[in-house]
């Protein structure tokens, strides 16, 4: 299994920054982490679900990324059941999803 920030790739200590011919055969799950540092879902995480199903792209860290295969996605989400059910269905197709920092309790 493979992480990543939400908005793509942080930093790379490798001796490009041109990710595009990675091989997404070698990865079981890729996760983007797609909720904010203090565990909750930010504002513009649909921009975050959209940099890897539609392309990938260029990274906020400029790392030039490509998406990996839909079934090969588990989003990484917290807050409630209902935001991994909207994430599910604006991102249809993908493996499921991981329940981070989530609180039942709460």
């Not at 299994?1 to 790379?12: D, F, I, K, N």
């Not at 989003?75 to 920092?101: D, F, L, N």
């Amino acid at each position: 299994s493979l992480t990543s920030l939400a908005e793509g790739p942080g930093q790379s200590s490798g001796a490009t920054l041109d990710y595009t011919a990675f091989d997404w055969t070698l990865v079981d799950w890729f996760v983007p982490q797609l909720y904010g540092a203090d565990g909750t879902m930010p504002e513009q995480w649909t921009q975050y679900l959209d940099f890897w199903v539609n392309g990938g792209g260029t990274s906020v860290q400029d790392i030039t990324w490509t998406s990996p295969p839909i079934e090969k996605i588990l989003w990484g989400v917290t807050a409630t059941p209902e935001t991994y059910a909207e994430v599910m269905q604006q991102a249809p197709g993908s493996g499921g999803y991981v329940g981070w920092c989530w609180d039942p309790y709460q």
